[in-house]
């Protein structure tokens, strides 16, 4: 089909047309504009607030995770739960001697947490049960329980279960490992409150039988390791075949170096048995100066 030229007649009578979706095109763009100004400035403006709440105290921050209108609220729990680096050691130090730890923000902190742990919001139940974490109570324990048996958002529930893992009471090894995961977040879950639990020996041989099957898991890895380095000698040599059985299968992969460190701890031929596969064998050059590093302390402590 023959196509003719736009004469300027025909122009000339769509320009208006032209000009008016101009007009509403540039509106349009002005206006989502200032709705991204306003929004960072209500997000400058919060974090001010935020740090004025911080440096005033509990209260204050209380009466911002309670502010509806407060953009940041999730932000007023992380701070009711956060503490300096001594305070968290001496924490985890009375964990690992068996008492149950204080957290220095104290009882007002707590019970103001513990209200917002059923949160309409997503983000602040999850930060929420993150704050709760750091506060070893009973109250708390049961609080996240029932939270868990009623939560459906996967990442609330990945920090409910790592929060009552740091709860270190007696029972939570078996609540743990018996727990269902039927999401990767569940999974992360469980192993980040196992990992939490080895600090003070709690229920280590059942979870170790819980965690280690989710090790093939990409996502899971780092944090399955990080679980048995903090798991006490005794129960990894109890488990010593399913341990090495794992780290065999992982051969040609990068995470032998921290296999080696893990099987370094166990006693017996078997274990040094893989040391030396990995010093003959090692996928590269750091898992074999590894390997011979853990080889001649080994050595030296016969």
């Known amino acids: 089909m023959e196509q003719h030229p736009i004469t300027w007649h025909e122009l000339r009578r769509g320009l208006p047309l032209l000009l008016v979706f101009m007009t509403l095109f540039t509106s349009c763009s002005a206006q989502g504009g200032n709705g991204s100004d306003h929004r960072r400035q209500a997000y400058v ?9 911080a440096a005033a105290g509990v209260d204050a921050l209380c009466g911002l995770l309670h502010d509806p209108h407060f953009v940041k609220r999730h932000m007023a729990a992380y701070e009711l ?16 001697a068996g008492r149950r730890p204080t957290h220095p923000n104290g009882p007002k902190a707590l019970d103001c947490l513990l209200r917002a742990v059923n949160d309409t919001s997503e983000i602040v139940r999850g930060f929420t049960a993150t704050a709760l974490g750091n506060f070893p109570d009973q109250r708390v324990d049961a609080a996240l329980k029932e939270q868990l048996a009623r939560e459906q958002a996967p990442e609330v529930r990945k920090r409910l279960l790592h929060a009552i893992g740091n709860q270190l009471e007696k029972d939570n090894g078996a ?4 727990q269902p995961a039927p999401s990767l977040a569940d999974s992360m879950g469980i192993v980040l409150g196992a990992k939490e639990l080895a600090v003070s020996g709690i229920g280590s041989a059942t979870l170790v039988e819980r965690c280690l099957p989710m090790y093939p898991s990409p996502a899971l890895q780092g944090m399955v390791i990080d679980l048995l380095a903090r ?14 059985a794992v780290a065999r ?3 040609g ?4 170096s921290a296999w080696c460190r893990v099987i370094a701890r166990i006693p017996g031929m078997s274990a040094e048995a893989y040391l030396k596969d990995v010093l003959a064998e090692g996928l590269t050059p750091k898992d074999r100066e590894t390997a011979r590093a853990l080889l001649a302390r080994r050595q030296r402590e016969r």
């Not at 739960?81 to 690992?96: C, F, H, K, P, T």
């Not at 609540?175 to 018996?178: E, I, R, T």
Request: aromatic share 2%; glycine share 4%; no cysteine.
């Open 249 to 251: 299968s992982q051969r």
């Open 81 to 96: 739960g956060s503490m300096d680096l001594d305070a968290a050691v001496a924490m985890e130090d009375a964990g690992r």
């Open 253 to 256: 992969r990068s995470e032998q």
């Open 231 to 244: 798991t006490d000698t005794a129960t990894l040599t109890s488990h010593v075949d399913e341990l090495l």
């Open 175 to 178: 609540f743990l490992s018996n």
């Open 45 to 53: 403006a919060a974090d001010n607030k935020l740090k004025e709440a």
